[in-house]
């Protein structure tokens, strides 16, 4: 088979059979098929999108392109449950939910993606703590996830290799808003983790790779529907994407506002709600619990006791981080030699916030990637980020920039007040969580 001719026929807009799907994915998993022509049809995809039935022949070749695991062996007490987000600016979700899910008796084998596009990913940010072993072996992961009840690494060579390569592809050539490719690439991952439920954080607004409540609507319905094909129960909390998550956007910035929220410092009231949304939603769907009302109450519960944060510390530390990371982690994570604050040019309220733009800002700063293994700078990015709805003057900043020097401080305080939008009069509240998909 030549991949020349499965190139032409999906740019053509015909439908690939699951012997070319099978053929590309053992290209991708073994390197045959070069980054150019892997490039062609993530593009000819993109344009003209797949089936449901290609869309499913790709999420099973992909997940059967490297190691499955099976948890069955360990004789886990409790339910093997994960989140997967579509992505967005300040999303640090991950390093709250998997210890408290893991406190409130499940356990979550978290494997994650690096920044995609104009996201940041939870592998770089994981990475942020010296010592953190992100890509340990199978042996390890299993020994945590058992011991600690969840762990948080980035996808090894084993695990989906061929989803592995065509993601870092993808990211690099424009090809990542494809309903087909985000649906196939979330969901070999989340098969091979051998996973007994799924809740997926479906982003919507500036910030997500689909900025409509439709389109992504359209993706949860995608990914759910391609999920049941392989027997793995899912559900979809679509969350608001339309400015950053919390109060920090960049790598080191996002895991201390994790530790503050696990140990009860602060907890920005959007991102609480997504994080006990998303929580309560793994309960129900695992069976732990009957009710989204008390598995709200034993997700609260689990952070004001502090077991939540006990969960997290362990973890780092069976990872290869400080025993003491979650008491001491401001003098482990990196600082950034420039901090100042970023105020508007005019006195208003915060109307509006293009999520999209502040993500590229952190690019330019150099905390997300503009090729493929740019090395980051993980002390970049924004902390104390007004949330839509602040009056902003001269005592009062839109965001703190972190960066490595003056010029690229400016630089970027220079993009995010062109991202934002100040008004006279208080905009509107909006939703941070307009639905639930897939819970009867």
């Known amino acids: 088979m030549l991949f020349t001719d499965v190139i032409r026929k999906k740019r053509d807009g015909r439908e690939l059979s699951q012997e070319e799907i099978e053929f590309f994915v053992a290209g991708l998993a073994d390197n045959s098929i070069p980054a150019e022509q892997v490039s062609a049809l993530a593009m000819a995809i993109f344009l003209n999108s797949m089936s449901a039935s290609e869309a499913g022949a790709l999420t099973m070749a992909m997940s059967r392109s490297g190691t499955v695991l099976d948890w069955s062996g360990e004789q886990l007490n409790g339910p093997v449950v994960d989140k997967h987000s579509t992505g967005g600016v300040g999303d640090k979700v991950s390093f709250m939910l998997a210890p408290i899910v893991a406190a409130c008796g499940c356990f979550v084998p978290m494997i994650s993606g690096r920044g995609l596009g104009h996201t940041g990913g939870t592998t770089d940010k994981v990475e942020s703590i010296p010592g953190y072993k992100s890509m340990p072996d199978f042996s390890l992961f299993r020994k945590v996830v058992k011991s600690a009840g969840c762990a948080i690494i980035g996808q090894t060579a084993d695990l989906a290799p061929a989803d592995r390569r065509f993601y870092a592809i993808r990211d690099i050539t424009g090809t990542v808003e494809s309903i087909p490719l985000i649906t196939a690439s979330i969901l070999s991952k989340k098969i091979a983790a051998g996973l007994d439920g799924l809740v997926m954080d479906v982003k919507v607004g500036s910030g997500a790779f689909m900025p409509t409540y439709e389109k992504s609507r359209e993706l949860a319905l995608s990914i759910i529907a391609t999920a049941k094909t392989a027997g793995l129960k899912t559900h979809a909390v679509l969350t608001d994407m339309n400015e950053a998550l919390g109060t920090t956007a960049g790598n080191a910035l996002e895991i201390a506002e994790s530790v503050d929220y696990l140990t009860n410092r602060k907890r920005e009231q959007r991102l609480d709600a997504v994080v006990k949304c998303l929580c309560s939603e793994m309960l129900v769907l695992t069976g732990r619990e009957d009710s989204r009302e008390e598995a709200a109450n034993k997700v609260e ?60 800002a952190i690019i330019e700063l150099g905390g997300g990637r503009r090729e493929l293994g740019q090395k980051l700078d993980l002390s970049v990015g924004f902390s104390e980020i007004a949330a839509i709805g602040t009056f902003v003057d001269r005592e009062v900043p839109l965001a703190t920039v972190h960066a490595a020097t003056a010029d690229r401080a400016e630089h970027a305080a220079a993009l995010l007040r062109r991202a934002c939008t100040i008004s006279p009069t208080e905009p509107k509240e909006r939703p941070v969580v307009y639905d639930i998909i897939g819970a009867d």
């Open 301 to 360: 519960h689990s952070i004001a006791s502090g077991s939540a944060a006990e969960v997290f510390n362990r973890m780092v530390a069976e990872l290869g981080g400080p025993a003491d990371f979650v008491a001491s982690h401001k003098k482990y994570l990196p600082v950034a030699r420039v901090k100042v604050p970023v105020f508007a040019e005019s006195k208003g309220f915060l109307s509006a916030v293009n999520a999209f733009a502040v993500g590229n």
